[in-house]
């Protein structure tokens, strides 16, 4: 079929044309703000689940369901970095907001404050005024410059969240891939956060991030769990995915037989990404206007080659050869949750010997805990990835110690 109309979009945090099972989270967010708006309280969420099941997609409609409601929205994607990077890239955004929510001319006594604020925020990591370009305002004396990272991100999520009031308007912070705060960054966050909350401003924080986040986040304030709901989203059911791959094609006058729908879910499990990137190898195979259970199955070569060469690949690469050993052995073992000492075991070793490898795998977002002593792949399906790509286990000697 034309390659022009195909409809399905196997990017990383691309939309898809079809947005199914994800209404609960979608209600919780419109009532977050609702609220918010009223100046009531309510909590926040953070989004956990797997790599490609969407939830940066979600991000997104939570960012076009608040412009919608004239709140203004700041976006942080998060890589590993130090408290100071974390400092700048939040100073940069709030910089931005401030300006979204009232134009520089019309700043009231609020606004100014807040941009004083913002100027202290700043001062120990950008002296020089970078990340404040074009805020010709004095450093606010005793607010955000007491060289903790946690009171100065109050002072200055009060002061943005009171200018915010001002205008009877809000702002909603959207972060992407949380796990990757550092404890004190994220500690700060959310110590913030409950400030705003017990002052009723309308300043929220939304984040999504891997399965490990709920843990992470209770262990660095205990009342996180209080703070926020952790909805995990996953694959969809067999009847969302079978909306999720029809109606796109319906929308470009295709239509699957129900024997190629039902194929095709059995193939990606319900996982969006795979569904897009299996929707996406069918269309260009396929002649059309119907697609058969054939056409899916002759698909598959396709369909595993890119998500190998790009999605699996990616990840895999990043690791090193003991990494890949490890995860090679939990291949092995099969797609669930592993105990550290099964892996162990397959590898010919004893977990201490392991143990460092697998904690370096789980800080690299490659495995999480989902219970002690266990670990469990971030990436579904990635298993079989290992299988393919490494038809046999090869473990790396011991390295022997200088005695």
């Known amino acids: 079929m034309d390659s022009l109309r195909n409809p399905y979009t196997p990017n990383a945090g691309a939309e898809p044309q079809a947005i199914v099972g994800r209404a609960d989270e979608l209600r919780s967010f419109d009532i977050l703000l609702a609220r918010l708006s009223r100046g009531r309280t309510e909590q926040s969420m953070i989004i956990t689940g797997l790599r490609g099941v969407g939830k940066t997609v979600l991000l997104h409609q939570f960012r076009e369901k608040a412009v919608a409601k004239n709140w ?13 990077t974390f400092r700048r890239l939040i100073a940069a955004r709030l910089r931005t907001a401030l300006h979204e929510l009232s134009p520089r001319t019309r700043w009231t006594d609020k606004f100014k404050h807040a941009a004083s604020v913002l100027r202290s925020f700043t001062l120990a990591v950008d002296p020089e005024g970078r990340v404040t370009a074009g805020i010709d305002l004095e450093a606010a004396e005793g607010y955000a410059d007491h ?33 990757f705060l550092n404890q004190g960054a994220l500690e700060a966050l959310i110590a913030a956060l409950h400030k705003t909350i017990q002052r009723k401003l309308p300043i929220t924080m939304v984040g999504a991030g891997l399965p490990q986040i709920a843990e992470l986040a209770g262990d660095a304030k ?3 769990e209080r703070l926020f709901k952790f909805p995990r989203i996953q694959n969809l059911s067999p009847e969302d995915a ?40 069918v269309w260009e195979l396929a002649e059309g206007p119907l697609i058969t259970e054939t056409d899916v199955v002759d698909a598959v070569a396709d369909y595993e080659a890119k ?9 895999f690469d990043r690791s090193t050869e003991l990494q890949k050993a490890y ?11 592993q105990r550290a000492s099964d892996v162990a075991e397959v590898m010919g070793r004893v977990s201490a010997n392991v143990a460092p490898v697998r ?39 011991l390295k022997k110690r200088n005695k």
């Not at 203004?72 to 100071?84: M, R, T």
């Not at 200018?163 to 992407?176: H, K």
């Open 359 to 397: 904690a370096q795998l789980i800080d690299m977002g490659l495995l999480y805990t989902p219970d002690h002593g266990y670990a469990a792949f971030t990436v579904p399906h990635f298993d079989q990835y290992l299988l393919r790509e490494m038809p046999k286990l090869s473990v790396p000697p």
């Open 242 to 281: 079978r909306v999720a791959l029809s109606q796109p094609a319906a929308e470009e006058d295709a239509e699957f037989e129900e024997a190629a729908l039902s194929r095709a879910v059995e193939i990606t499990a319900g996982y969006p990404y795979f569904i897009q990137e299996l929707g996406y190898a």
């Open 307 to 315: 998500l190998d060469s790009s999605f699996f690949r990616v990840r």
């Open 147 to 179: 060289g903790d990272l946690t009171l100065d991100l109050t002072d200055l999520f009060i002061a943005v969240g009171e200018a915010a009031a001002d205008r009877e308007r809000g702002l909603v912070l959207l972060v992407d891939e949380v796990q």
């Open 72 to 84: 203004v929205v700041a976006e942080l994607e998060i890589s590993k970095h130090d408290e100071n």
């Open 222 to 224: 205990s009342y996180a």
């Open 327 to 337: 995860l090679r052995a939990m291949a092995e073992l099969g797609p669930e949750p």
